[in-house]
């Protein structure tokens, strides 16, 4: 079976400090990758998606962004974090074409 | 953990009773629908999806209904259990591009003991 480890579960990091989330798939091969936020009360906006290694799509300009090291491999990066960056970071994996997003527990990001 | 239910939509059930929960999608050319659920802290986990060329499918304890003609989505629970308590999300893509996908902004269900 299929599973998806991100990690940490929790960070709180100061304002202008570096980030590295990192997200691992774990029994599919080729997989579509994809890094969402979530804000508090809201729903869930798609940050980043990628459909192979090295190949990354972004959603949304912002202080963000995304890398495909390996095939099952997703890592969300910031040189320099803003206050604004604070919230509820998910991966998710899919199969290609229409079946759905599988989610990792989240990485909850505050920064002070 | 992240508290998603701030301002959302709420429903209020009896455990035991039957649930329903509600969608209005946006795009009336997208094809695939998905309900996930996501508890306090955790990321949203599938539960059902359905294509356009369906109106209804069932899993164990649960049915989702597409009306197409006014763009509406529902999620059924059978014999809710207190377990069921959660932030129920729907999303709606076009065909072949599951990285396009649309999440509603969700409705919190309260089961009561």
């Known amino acids: 079976s299929q599973t998806i480890h991100q990690w940490p579960a929790t960070l709180v990091q100061p304002v202008g400090s570096p980030l590295s989330l990192e997200c691992t798939v774990e029994g599919t091969s080729n997989p579509n990758l994809y890094w969402y936020r979530q804000a508090a009360g809201r729903g869930l906006q798609l940050l980043f998606y990628?459909?192979?290694?090295?190949?990354i799509s972004s959603e949304v300009p912002q202080n963000l962004s995304a890398s495909r090291p390996q095939d099952r491999q997703f890592i969300l990066s910031s040189k320099k974090l803003l206050l604004s960056d604070s919230g509820f970071y998910l991966c998710?994996?899919?199969?290609?074409?229409?079946?759905?997003?599988?989610f990792g527990n989240g990485t909850r990001l505050t920064v002070t | 953990g992240e508290n998603v239910g701030l301002h959302l939509p709420t429903l209020s059930v009896q455990e035991g009773d039957n649930s329903i929960i509600n969608c209005a999608y946006s795009?009336?050319?997208?094809?695939?629908f998905i309900w996930y659920k996501q508890e306090s802290g955790k990321g949203p986990q599938f539960i059902i999806d359905i294509r356009s060329n369906m109106d209804k499918r069932q899993g164990q304890r649960v049915t989702v209904l597409l009306n197409k003609t006014v763009k509406h989505l529902s999620l059924q629970i059978a014999a809710t259990q207190p377990g069921d308590s959660a932030v129920y999300f729907c999303a709606e893509s076009l065909g072949g591009s599951n990285y396009k996908l649309t999440f509603g902004k969700g409705t919190l269900l309260t089961v009561n003991p």
């Open positions: 795009n009336s050319a997208s094809d695939y």
């Open positions: 990628s459909v192979g290694i090295g190949q």
């Open positions: 998710a994996w899919s199969r290609q074409g229409d079946s759905p997003l599988h």
